[in-house]
């Protein structure tokens, strides 16, 4: 499973346009009101992503532990996902870092 795809659950938050034959714009990309996703705020988002990627790094953790403990001997489960908390991480330290660069950004327009 792809932690960039999959378990950030971005998908079903993005509302695009309807668009006719014509290319004309039929209903606005606005959130539907019974829809409880777009109550959603951005801290809430920021924390899930956090956990995930938290939930990631355990269960590479335990399967490495149940490598060395001999409970698994499948050494490619272990790798894969080694690698998919790895990348997890490394995908949400590119956000920390994107949004302290905007961050700073605005406080320079500030002052």
Do not use: C, W
């Not at 606005?30 to 920021?46: H, I, M, V």
């Not at 050494?75 to 790895?86: F, L, N, P, R, S």
């Amino acid at each position: 499973m792809n932690p960039l795809d999959a378990n950030f659950g971005m998908q079903d938050r993005i509302r695009f346009p309807q668009i006719d034959d014509m290319g004309a714009i039929v209903s606005p990309a606005s959130p539907e009101k019974n829809d409880p996703s777009s109550d959603a705020s951005f801290k809430d988002l920021l924390q899930g992503l956090v956990s995930q990627v938290d939930t990631l790094q355990k269960d590479a953790d335990a399967s490495i532990h149940g490598l060395v403990t001999g409970e698994t001997t499948n050494i490619h489960d272990v790798t894969v996902k080694m690698e998919e908390a790895g990348v997890a991480f490394d995908l949400m330290m590119q956000v920390r870092n994107k949004l302290m660069e905007a961050y700073q950004e605005l406080i320079k327009m500030q002052g």
